[in-house]
């Protein structure tokens, strides 16, 4: 178990008021606030059990606080998520509104799914902490030029605390210690998987020069005799798991079934492995055709000896951007893409700027691929979400390995899609019409899934297609075959249906990606966080099957722009709600 992920399984919840009873037929927003009340209970258990990520969700007060880490505490946020999911039955007896009804269901789902992984997680893994990224991520979230200047201090307090300079904490990485050591006395635990341990150590030195870097940069003062002795605790905590956790590690990183099941419905996949792989195969081949049937007549337009699609994209790929070109270009491409979506009314926009920028090393080893940093989502006061582009996978500081250059993000024909999806009307835009729509909380949070999150991202670059020019249309259909690719390639390795270089040879030769971003794939779907990839093909194929379906039902009614903004509207809520919210509410209109 990855302690860092099970904190946040405590996104849970507390009683409710006897608010619930209310109607919302006068002020049709009134539910929110009654939702909210319920909420904001929950959020202080999530406060409790998980600090740094409440914090960064928009819960106040908690910049001074770090997670800690023993059975105790596990025990503890358990018996609390028991407690409050009884209330919360109890409360959903009485209610109701519909609207608030739906969101404490939401609620209560979260609350038993989590208590379930928990369960599973306490029964079968041995619980294994990747510190270095644990306190990265704690003091990354203070450490940035969107954090106002008042609050980043508190970054000094967090790394005495981590430290255990702190009256009556010990340092993370003893708790840590602590906490395996005494689960090891089960030698039934399964281990982490040997590739993850290997590589948490690998980024070891990367997020340290991170962390220091962002003291640096910001100028405080008192952190540098926490941080040399935070450097020691964590050398002796690598230490540790050379000498105790490899040994327990497993050579073979492939989940057992029930907890790879598991990991599928964490992330909102809601159909079994045999037929997600059997739907993204066919996929596959599909999407290969139409990229074919695109690919000579952008050979032609550029004068190519080659019209087979992988050739035509290796040699657009040699067209890369450099250096300081990089962020004008896709600051431009921002531009046009919002131009186009004003021209064709596709989506209303937020009132926000979007913000891009380019992954500092430490921001690339966590995450090697191009993302998105959500906002602040409660109590935002301006705060942007971020589309991260990462040039490379970095090597460890003093390595004599060099740096894995990757070529597909960085050239003029991938920027258009990469766009569409992390930025505008994909990803940004959603948390930012989250923040300027007052969903609920319980919407915005608790709803939480990728299939959600990824499934809009990737139909926001299918509805953005048919705008582009030929090349960047042809590296979207790239981008979803690599989607395709994913959603059978993460469960047969871990059915053992497909080998490691099985599916680099599929990821190098036929969605043509970068050996770089090919590595870094392959490492996701086995350990860095398997199932996850599955989410952006299943989520973008129920938005596909979802829109006709609405549009039988409203005939000439229908308006693309408006059901966009529906869907946006609604949060979060996993395809099976939004389905039900779409058809009952928005096709009725």
Request: hydrophobic fraction near 40%.
């Amino acid at each position: 178990m990855r302690l860092r992920t099970f904190a946040l399984t405590f996104l849970l919840l507390s009683i409710g008021s006897s608010g619930a009873e209310r109607a919302s037929a006068q002020d049709p927003r009134a539910w929110v606030a009654t939702s909210n009340t319920h909420a904001q209970l929950l959020l202080d258990v999530f406060a409790k059990f998980a600090p740094e990520g409440a914090g960064q969700f928009g819960v106040s007060g908690l910049d001074n606080e770090v997670t800690r880490i023993s059975i105790e505490r596990i025990k503890e946020g358990r018996e609390a998520t028991q407690a409050a999911l009884a209330k919360l039955q109890e409360l959903l007896k009485i209610e109701k509104d519909p609207p608030v009804r739906q969101d404490l269901e939401i609620l209560i789902r979260s609350a038993q799914n989590n208590l379930r992984a928990s369960e599973l997680s306490l029964k079968r893994q041995l619980p294994y902490a990747n510190v270095t990224g644990l306190v990265f991520g704690g003091l990354r979230a203070l450490l940035d030029p969107q954090v106002s200047a008042e609050r980043r201090p508190a970054a000094v307090v967090r790394l005495r605390k981590y430290t255990g300079g702190v009256l009556g904490i010990p340092p993370i990485t003893t708790q840590a210690m602590q906490l395996t050591r005494e689960r090891m006395k089960d030698a039934t635990l399964l281990g982490p998987a040997r590739q993850q341990v290997e590589r948490d150590l690998a980024n070891g030195p990367i997020l340290m020069q991170g962390i220091e870097q962002l003291f640096e940069q910001f100028k405080l003062e008192g952190w540098r005799e926490p941080f040399a002795t935070l450097k020691q605790q964590l050398s002796e905590y690598e230490q540790f798991v050379r000498t105790e956790i490899l040994p327990r590690s497993r050579a073979d990183f492939r989940l057992p079934p029930d907890l790879y099941a598991l990991a599928l419905e964490q992330v909102g996949v809601g159909i079994t492995p045999d037929a997600l792989t059997k739907m993204a195969r066919e996929s596959f081949k599909e999407i290969q055709a139409e990229m074919q049937k695109l690919a000579p007549a952008v050979a032609k337009a550029r004068g190519l000896a080659s019209a087979d699609y992988r050739e035509v994209i290796r040699a657009l790929k040699k067209e890369q951007l450099v250096g300081d070109a990089i962020l004008p270009h896709y600051r431009s491409r921002l531009t046009e893409i919002e131009a186009i979506i004003r021209r064709e009314n596709l989506v209303t926009l937020p009132q926000r700027d979007a913000r891009i920028r380019i992954a500092t090393d430490a921001e690339a080893a966590q995450t090697p691929a191009p993302n998105m940093r959500p906002p602040r989502l409660l109590g935002n006061t301006g705060e942007m979400g971020e589309f991260i582009l990462p040039l490379n996978v970095p090597a460890a500081p003093g390595s004599k390995a060099a740096a894995q250059q990757l070529d597909d993000f960085t050239y003029q024909a991938a920027s258009w899609t990469l766009t569409a999806h992390e930025a505008r009307p994909g990803h940004e835009m959603q948390f930012a019409k989250i923040i300027e729509g007052g969903v609920s909380i319980a919407r915005a949070l608790f709803a939480f899934n990728s299939t959600n999150v990824e499934g809009w991202g990737l139909y926001a670059e299918w509805m953005m297609l048919p705008y582009m020019p030929p090349d960047g249309q042809l590296v979207s259909l790239q981008f979803r075959l690599m989607r395709a690719a994913r959603a059978f390639l993460d469960p047969e390795l871990h059915m053992g249906r497909v080998t490691p270089d099985e599916a680099r040879k599929i990821l190098r030769d036929d969605v043509v990606l970068s050996e770089g971003m090919t590595e870094s794939e392959v490492e996701r779907y086995m350990f860095r966080s398997p199932a996850q990839a599955t989410s952006y093909f299943y989520g973008y194929t129920q938005l596909r099957e979802l829109r006709p379906e609405v549009e039988r039902a409203m005939g000439g009614k229908f308006n693309a722009k408006d059901f966009h903004d529906f869907v946006l509207a609604q949060g979060l809520l996993p395809p099976e709600l939004l389905k039900q919210a779409v058809m009952t509410q928005f096709s009725k209109r």
